[in-house]
């Protein structure tokens, strides 16, 4: 282990290096023009393992964008890993918020932090990992465990056929336990590990009114605006108490027991530091719970985008013949989120008024997930990240979502330990997206000492 320790710090400069390759790489999984940019960091992931002396590497059609894998399984006894991560990254626009790095595709290191689209989220994270498992065949010619990697390309989209693929290749992808390193810690000096993520349903409405575009004063007042109906169904979708007003909205829910209540209160953030620390003269949620137990622990509306009619400069008098929105809802246990998709197809139309109508899609789902946290890889996870960290992690709750954990969990029976290196001020998803490189180096020794740790978990 100690010479592989060496080995990393050896090559600092040359992580640098290729983390900036993929970087530079526009795989940004939403935009359907940039599609060859996606499978192009594929395939530097894939270039990359082989380089490492993965075996049996190949970027993999799902459906959606190509997923990764390699495999090393010369480690008989030892658990078998499933490394995973994702090379796509969110849209960087709006472009001209970016402020402190002009161009989110053209990366740099300054003041601590390593800055560009995807740095935190996810392909320096995901690097860690690919650069701790090269280490130790580059140095030993083995790895402590058996190790497959699988490093998906359209996470930040939902995955659909990512999904698919890992239903459908259960003997390929089987593991003992699944590796990731995709969530930020508690605070800026406390390493975690999450144990639990909330699932999500995001629905897309669109609400048509006339058949054409309008004058609003030769014939405003005699019809239902298509954009104020809008206003009226958001409206109408959450009560003055925070709540969700779908019935069954809420008939799944697992309600958090006091023993949880107590858990999360002994690491909660005080209201009026996280007041200042967004900038809001006030908090707000379902009435009843403190802010944490509401990110962690209670299921969520959020409206992501509106769009439809004038909203350029100057005014015009226009009454649009049509308009949408986006929005989305986090889940909690054992809430399913196909159940909530068709609850809401249902439910949410009944909440137009007369005179539009609305189409209410689907667009993707997760399921929440919790890792038991007596599993040994848990363990194992936080023994790793405390000898890098020279702190113990703590075991967290997360808001966020990382669907693919609930398929793993379902098709191949294994947890997910999310070793994550990122700090929730990253920016992750928004401009000037950064990532503490102090945590990528001791990322990359975590990494080294992980596999390590996995390897003597011993199973019923
Ligand atoms: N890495 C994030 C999830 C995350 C962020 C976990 C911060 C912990 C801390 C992931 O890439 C993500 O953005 N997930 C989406 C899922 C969605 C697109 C289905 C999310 O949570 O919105
Ligand atoms: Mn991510
Ligand atoms: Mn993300």
Not at 121 to 136: I, M, P, R, S
Not at 209 to 237: E, K, T
Not at 262 to 278: C, H, I, Q, W
Not at 419 to 435: C, K, R, T
Request: proline share 6%; charged share 25%.
């Amino acid at each position: 282990m100690r010479n592989v320790l060496e080995f990393v710090a050896g090559n600092q400069d040359r992580y640098l290096a290729q983390l900036f390759e993929i970087l530079r790489i526009q795989s940004v999984s939403a935009d359907p023009s940039r599609a060859g940019e996606v499978r192009r960091a594929g395939q530097w992931v894939a270039d990359f393992l082989a380089g490492a002396g993965f075996e049996h590497v190949a970027v993999m059609e799902t459906g959606g964008h190509p997923a990764v894998y390699g495999e090393w399984l010369h480690a008989p006894g030892t658990p078998t890993i499933l490394v995973y991560g994702h090379y796509d990254v969110q849209p960087e626009d709006p472009i001209d918020k970016w402020v402190i790095l002009k161009t989110p595709f053209e990366p740099e290191v300054k003041d601590g932090q390593i800055w560009g689209r995807g740095t935190s989220d996810d392909k320096a994270q995901c690097l860690t990992h690919l650069f701790a498992l090269e280490a130790w065949l580059k140095v030993h010619g083995r790895l402590p465990c058996n190790v497959k990697v699988f490093i998906e390309g359209e996470e930040e989209g939902g995955s659909g056929g990512t999904h698919d693929f890992v239903r459908a290749h259960k003997d390929l992808l089987a593991c003992d336990a699944v590796a990731l390193s995709d969530t930020s810690w508690f605070s800026p000096e406390q390493p975690t590990i999450v144990y639990s993520l909330r699932g999500i349903s995001y629905f897309q409405v669109d609400v048509k009114g006339p058949n054409r575009d309008l004058h609003s004063g030769v014939y405003g007042g005699m019809l239902r605006n298509p954009l104020n109906a809008i206003g009226l169904i958001i409206a109408g979708l959450q009560d003055a108490h925070g709540r969700v007003t779908i019935p069954g909205f809420y008939d799944d829910v697992v309600e958090l027991t006091d023993d949880e209540k107590a858990e999360f209160r002994k690491v909660s953030v005080p209201d009026a530091e996280r007041m200042k620390d967004l900038g809001v003269d006030a908090l707000w949620g379902e009435e009843g719970y403190t802010s944490l137990e509401r990110n962690w622990g209670r299921p969520s509306f959020d409206v992501h985008g509106i769009w439809g009619g004038f909203s350029g400069e100057g005014s015009k008098t226009v009454i649009a013949s049509e308009g949408g929105f986006k929005f989305s809802c986090r889940l909690v246990a054992a809430q399913d989120p196909d159940k909530i998709g068709a609850l809401l197809q249902k439910e949410l139309p009944k909440l137009a008024p007369p005179g539009v109508t609305v189409k209410v899609t689907y667009l993707h789902g997760g399921t929440p997930v919790m890792v038991p946290t007596d599993s040994a890889f848990l363990r194992a996870g936080q023994d790793a990240m405390e000898a890098a960290f020279g702190r113990r992690p703590v075991l967290v709750r997360e808001g966020a979502s990382i669907p693919i954990t609930a398929v793993f969990l379902e098709a191949l029976d294994a947890p997910s330990i999310m070793v994550g290196y990122g700090l929730d001020s990253d920016n992750i998803h928004g401009p000037d997206e950064h990532f503490p490189i102090r945590n990528f180096w001791k990322g990359i020794d975590a990494g080294v000492h992980l596999y390590e740790a996995f390897s003597r978990v011993r199973q019923a």
